[in-house]
């Protein structure tokens, strides 16, 4: 089976900037998560998705980013307008249901000049 | 509030030595601990998972030892491979992962040849 893929995997952004980036979960897994990971904050969640559904909005990430699960075999996450704090690796993983047993995609490093 | 501790940051020992990795927590209610290992450009893989209902899990070389009244936990790696190297977290949850999971900020393993 194919595990969770992430594209691109490498972005790189002017301040103000809007991006999106794409997650294909593992076919058959219900449930869709965004996490953000830095050295400084570690792994924040930012959506959490049941059956397209949106569960968690990451609170404190509400303003400048979005996810949004188009069908239940891909999702984006747009970030609008970018800062350079958002220099991070943003991580895509999925499960058949909740937080337990997540499968990670490889990420997508994303840099902000 | 850092709900989930790990030490030591960083650990290095000698190929076929026992690693042993520390994490305690603060949320009495947690009851479902995943140990995810991640390799440099990857995304976190869960490794090994435990119930807060047992005191011990073996899965391999891997093995969890959890004690409860003191709200703390360990993994062991025994005979340690160069392959091992990579930085693992400690991960809680409440209600078996069916609630948000708490990472910590991970301990990064070396393994010396």
């Known amino acids: 089976d194919a595990g969770v893929t992430q594209t691109p995997r490498h972005e790189v952004a002017e301040k103000g900037q809007t991006i999106i980036l794409k997650c294909e979960p593992v076919s058959g897994h219900n449930d869709l998560f965004w996490y953000r990971q830095t050295k ?64 990670f995609g490889p990420g997508t490093r994303l840099t902000v000049l | 509030q850092q709900q989930v501790r790990q030490s030591p940051q960083s650990l290095t020992v000698w190929e076929g030595e026992t690693a042993i990795l520390n994490c305690s927590y603060e949320n009495s209610a947690f009851d479902y601990f995943p140990w995810y290992q991640q390799f440099p450009g990857e995304g976190p893989a869960l490794l090994i998972s435990i119930l807060s209902v047992s005191d011990k899990k073996e899965d391999g070389r891997f093995t969890i030892f959890f004690n409860k009244r003191e709200k703390k936990l360990s993994l062991h790696i025994a005979d340690s491979q160069p392959g091992d190297s990579a930085t693992y977290f400690c991960a809680a949850s409440v209600n078996y992962g069916n609630e948000k999971i708490t990472f910590g900020a991970g301990t990064k393993l070396t393994i010396k040849p």
Do not use: H, W
């Open chain 1, 40 to 103: 400084i904050q570690g792994l924040e969640l930012l959506s959490y998705f049941r059956s397209k559904s949106l569960m968690e909005d990451g609170g404190a990430f509400k303003d400048r980013f979005k996810a949004e699960m188009l069908n239940s075999s891909f999702s984006t996450l747009k970030i609008q307008p970018t800062e350079p704090k958002d220099s991070a690796v943003y991580l895509c993983a999925s499960s058949r249901d909740g937080y337990a047993e997540q499968f």
